[in-house]
């Protein structure tokens, strides 16, 4: 059963989503990657505010490719989580809740999940161009000059996503793993 997310992910909303969830997102989320991360993790490190409210804010890991005639953005599929590890943990300081994106996050980024009730959404690499029509509007805020990587507002509808790490540091990657061991006979 797919659960209808509404953003902004707040507190309780992110509390009921378990690791597991297939989810289909809707609203208000922002994009960056790493060169946008470390900008703003500069700017709050200078006692700076950001170009958007991070308040329950989710923070999409893409770089899209330009829009074609007749599109609202080109192709839009995850990058890899890992690279925003470093900053991460300081952006749910300051009330970023939810990150879309793919593959394994480290153990810092899991206990800041786990203080701050973030959650961590997986999308499928690889299918950029499908996500990408779940977007219904796209606005560039910040960093122009990163190109594919500047900041961007975007209302999505019913993005298809799953929870990989919910807010109590469950981590599908790892359930999964153990039970196929378990079914395997080799745990």
Do not use: W
Not at 17 to 46: F, Q
Not at 148 to 168: F, G, K, W, Y
């Amino acid at each position: 059963m797919e659960k209808h997310i509404q953003l902004p992910l707040t507190e309780e909303l992110a509390k009921t989503l378990h690791a597991g969830d297939s989810v289909l997102l809707s609203g208000t989320i922002y994009t960056s990657r790493d060169a946008g991360h470390k900008r703003m993790c500069e700017a709050l490190a200078r006692g700076e505010e950001l170009p958007f409210d991070p308040a329950d804010a989710t923070i999409y890991y893409v770089g899209p490719t330009p829009a074609k005639p007749g599109q609202v953005i080109g192709s839009a599929g995850p990058t890899t989580s890992g690279r925003m590890d470093a900053y991460a943990p300081t952006m749910m300081s300051v009330g970023a809740r939810g990150m879309i994106g793919k593959g394994a996050r480290l153990p810092e980024v899991v206990e800041a999940m786990k203080k701050y009730h973030g959650v961590y959404f997986g999308a499928i690499g690889g299918a950029g161009a499908l996500l990408a029509k779940c977007i219904k509007k796209a606005e560039l805020i910040a960093f122009e000059d990163l190109g594919a990587e500047a900041l961007r507002r975007l209302e999505v509808e019913n993005m298809p996503l799953v929870v990989i790490i919910d807010s109590e540091g469950n981590n599908l990657y790892e359930m999964g793993r153990e039970k196929y061991l378990e079914e395997h006979g080799q745990k």
